[in-house]
């Protein structure tokens, strides 16, 4: 496949507390990081999972990708194309996002058909004469009745409304869909019927989807391949199939033991994850996971590891990632295979 999205030295940064009283005492007006200098790397027609604890960066990043957070350094490229920081409307239609709460991103107040209708009047995605039979297509894309057009939001059903976000998404035409959450508020039925949609579409269309998500077992379903985040950077990029069956970073290996599983007794002397995240206010020097690391040693407090491997499409961020001659308790502090036994969704 072909490149279709990069970021390069993706940097996002906050302010944090009152601006005006930093420049009236004569400081500095303090900033986090939520995102630095980040990498990534998406093809064309996949679909690419983004995980990590709350706090690490996944929207952040979902942000920025679509053009609703601005960079404070880096940059991100489509098809070749580098987005500018104020995006035109062409730049924009091509990157849409699924929100994880459509009740907070759809207007109470407008129908259905009134918040289809307008998007494209405004966008001018199709002739007027055209707007109502274009809503409708939209509808039955997602596979919701016509007659909902006259609804309000507070009518629908979470699933449903969820539908109408993704239609939302899709009257744009985008290349890439950014979903973030966007099943995490559903029950599990409701849950597979949208994973499910975007499956189709993504065969119909040929979208590029971004999938972020807590739920590792619908990631491993859905995704191609996942990035895994930790402290606003990358620590694994790999296949899905590679990195749950030999995870290569601690981190990662950590996140999957400690996921819920059906049919397995806890694993005995595996490695859950424990400790607080650490703070973006204060990130660690060298390795931003060494102080919850189960096998960190003297070099990983000072050195930076590098998010490289033996293939351009096999990256993990630690300094012994690829240390053939070590057993996975060494390497990672879980048993061999441990981490990955993981029930498929």
Not at 14 to 39: C, F, T
Not at 190 to 216: C, K, M, P, W, Y
Request: charged share 20%; net charge neutral.
């Amino acid at each position: 496949m072909s490149v279709l999205l990069e970021a390069h030295d993706l940097t996002v940064s906050y302010r944090v507390g009152s601006a005006l009283w930093a420049r009236v005492r004569g400081h500095a007006v303090p900033e986090v990081h939520a995102i630095e200098q980040l990498d990534l790397v998406v093809e064309r027609g996949s679909v690419v999972g983004i995980v990590g604890e709350s706090g690490c960066g996944k929207s952040t990043l979902a942000k920025a990708l679509v053009g609703l957070a601005p960079l404070a350094g880096g940059s991100i490229t489509l098809d070749g194309e580098t987005l500018s920081p104020r995006r035109t409307p062409q730049q924009t239609r091509r990157v849409q996002m699924v929100f994880q709460d459509p009740s907070a991103s759809l207007d109470p107040s407008m129908t259905i058909g009134q918040t289809l209708r307008e998007l494209l009047r405004v966008h001018r995605m199709v002739a007027p004469a055209d707007v109502q039979a274009r809503a409708e297509e939209l509808m039955r894309r997602v596979e919701l009745p016509v007659s909902l057009l006259q609804a309000y939001p507070r009518r629908l059903s979470g699933g449903q409304r969820q539908r109408v976000g993704i239609a939302r998404a899709l009257a744009l035409e985008p290349e890439v869909l950014v979903a973030d959450e966007s099943v995490a508020a559903l029950d599990v039925s409701v849950q597979a019927a949208i994973l499910n949609l975007l499956q189709r579409l993504r065969a119909e269309l040929g979208l590029t989807i971004l999938f972020i998500s807590h739920d590792l077992a619908v990631v491993r379903h859905l995704c191609d391949r996942v990035v895994v985040m930790y402290l606003g950077t990358v620590v694994e990029d790999r296949p899905t199939e590679d990195l749950f069956e030999d995870p290569r970073h601690p981190y990662t290996a950590a996140l999957l033991s400690a996921a819920p599983r059906l049919g397995f007794e806890k694993l005995s002397g595996g490695s859950a994850l424990s400790g607080e995240p650490g703070s973006l206010h204060s990130v660690p020097s060298g390795c931003r996971f060494h102080p919850r690391c189960p096998v960190a040693r003297p070099e990983c407090t000072d050195r930076v590891p590098v998010l490289a491997g033996p293939a351009p499409d096999q990256r993990a961020a630690c300094h012994f990632a690829w240390d053939t001659d070590a057993a996975p308790s060494e390497r990672l502090g879980v048993p061999a295979n441990g981490a990955a036994r993981m029930d498929p969704l």
